[in-house]
């Protein structure tokens, strides 16, 4: 398993923008994929979007996200970003990133994936 930090999160106003960034530490990460999710007090935890690490890296979103988030990633320091934008209060949660090393017939699942970071914290005010 690969060690997943994420940074990044913070209190936003409605509206406003927030950049995570996830670095895989300890070794290089070359598995399949890489995702973000997200889980807010009382609820489970959702996917949000991710990205397959090789080649040109095709990329799934949820459809409360599409349009407003987008997912990358930079090969060569290990890391995924998810950029925020156009906030809602419906978006604060902890946002977690989790790494696929096989790919398991999907990205939506939690269960496809094998490691996970410790999350960060999003709050968005009204």
């Known amino acids: 398993q690969v060690q997943l930090v994420e940074s990044g999160g913070g209190l936003v106003q409605a509206g406003g923008s927030l950049r995570l960034s996830c670095a895989a530490a300890?070794?290089?990460?070359?598995?399949?994929?890489m995702g973000w999710f997200r889980q807010a007090p009382g609820k489970e935890r959702e996917f949000v979007a991710a990205?397959?690490?090789?080649?040109?890296?095709?990329?799934a979103y949820a459809d409360s996200v599409q349009g407003r988030f987008t997912i990358s990633k930079d090969n060569a320091k290990n890391t995924v970003y998810l950029q925020m934008n156009s906030l809602t209060p419906e978006d604060a949660a902890v946002y977690y990133c989790?790494?696929?090393?096989?790919?398991?017939?999907?990205?939506?699942?939690?269960?496809?994936?094998?490691?996970w970071g410790q999350g960060t914290q999003v709050t968005v005010s009204s």
């Open positions: 300890g070794r290089t990460f070359d598995g399949h994929s």
């Open positions: 989790a790494a696929q090393e096989v790919y398991r017939g999907g990205y939506r699942f939690t269960v496809a994936y094998d490691s």
């Open positions: 990205i397959t690490w090789r080649g040109g890296g095709a990329i």
